[in-house]
């Protein structure tokens, strides 16, 4: 079993900011990518930021320049620090994680429950 515990989100003024965090714990061997999706009413899920176990990093056009995405592969935690927030970003965040929970064997994914984030005056 793996569990992935979502923080960080909540109500912020527009051009405030935000940091969002997911630990994940349980059978896990290796986690390779970490990443953020979001998912607005009426809308598809849609990528924020995603990182690999080596650092690298990727990005929707939408948040370029404002989010940084980053990790502790020692806490198997990955962060979303989230500045100049835009109405338009009002939506569930979604943790995802591609893991092995063993030394062979595929490759698995798995979601966090979401945690709401409102951006609004």
């Known amino acids: 079993q793996v569990q992935l515990v979502e923080s960080g989100g909540g109500l912020v003024q527009p051009g405030g900011s935000l940091r969002l965090s997911c630990a994940a714990s349980?059978?896990?061997?290796?986690?390779?990518?970490m990443g953020w999706y979001r998912q607005a009413p009426g809308k598809q899920r849609e990528l924020v930021a995603a990182?690999?176990?080596?650092?690298?990093?990727n990005y929707a056009d939408s948040v370029k320049g404002r989010f940084i995405i980053f990790r502790d592969n020692g806490k198997n935690t990955v962060y979303l620090q989230m500045n100049s927030l835009k109405p338009e970003d009002t939506a569930v965040y979604y943790c995802?994680?591609?893991?092995?929970?063993?030394?062979?064997?595929?490759?698995?994914?798995?979601w966090g429950q979401g945690t709401q984030v409102t951006v609004s005056s």
């Open positions: 990182i690999t176990s080596r650092g690298t990093t």
């Open positions: 995802k994680i591609d893991y092995s929970p063993a030394s062979t064997g595929a490759i698995r994914v798995y």
């Open positions: 349980g059978i896990i061997f290796s986690i390779y990518a």
